[in-house]
T-cell receptor, first 113, second 111 residues
């Protein structure tokens, strides 16, 4: 079966711009979580969505936002990009909120110049 | 604050040379401890979940164990294809289901 699909895989932006990343979960999975991965901080939780509702949010500024659609697909947006936002953004899906096993996508590599 | 510390940061092994990775945690009520494997350019891949001290899980050359303060991932007779970054994560008993990850251990197995 198809895994978690993230688009785009790579993108380059400049400071001050905004970016939208997309995530299509595994069919039947209703929970989508987003993580940021950097060499210095490792994997850090951004937020989780279930049934189009944000269930949990990590310690990131309000420039980071997300949403989930009725088909469980999710998008995250980062506004007013900063150099420090350069990272691998990973999406993970699971059957339901609080489910133990997350299936990750390959990630979207964002470079901010 | 919940803390997850993995050691060593990097591990270079000869093929067939068994070793262990450590994940120590300080959390207020462990709901579960997870091990993931991450290959370059890919997202983490789930390996194991451990829920209580004394629990063990095995998969091929990997065996994960859990105590009240730490978890070990034992790699027995590793092969080059076991080269990857191994990530440990904890989930805490609360309404917050997020995973808190350690920094990972990068394992390189030479033929």
């Amino acid at each position: 079966k198809a895994g978690v699909t993230q688009t785009p895989r790579y993108l380059i932006k400049t400071r001050g711009q905004q970016v939208t990343l997309s995530c299509s979960p595994i069919s039947g999975h209703r929970s989508v979580s987003w993580y940021q991965q950097t060499p210095g901080q490792g994997l850090q939780f951004l937020f989780e969505y279930f049934s189009e509702t944000q269930r949990n949010k990590g310690n990131f500024p309000g420039r980071f936002s997300g949403r989930q659609f009725s088909n469980s697909r999710s998008e995250m947006n980062v506004s007013t990009l900063e150099l420090g936002d350069s990272a691998l953004y990973l999406c993970a899906s699971s059957l339901s909120t609080g489910a133990n096993v997350l299936t990750f996508g390959a990630g979207s590599r964002l470079t901010v110049l | 604050e919940d803390q997850v510390t993995q050691s060593p940061e990097a591990l270079r092994l000869q093929e067939g040379e068994s070793s262990s990775l450590n994940c120590s945690y300080t959390v207020s009520g462990l709901r579960g401890l997870f091990w993931y494997r991450q290959d370059p350019g890919k997202g983490p891949e789930f390996l194991f979940t451990l829920y209580s001290a004394g629990e063990e899980k095995e998969k091929e050359r990997l065996k994960a164990t859990l105590t009240k303060k730490e978890s070990f991932l034992h790699i027995t007779a590793p092969k080059p294809e076991d080269s990857a970054t191994y990530l440990c994560a904890v989930q805490v008993r609360s309404n917050d289901y997020k995973l808190s990850f350690g920094a990972g251990t990068t394992v390189t197995v030479r033929a």
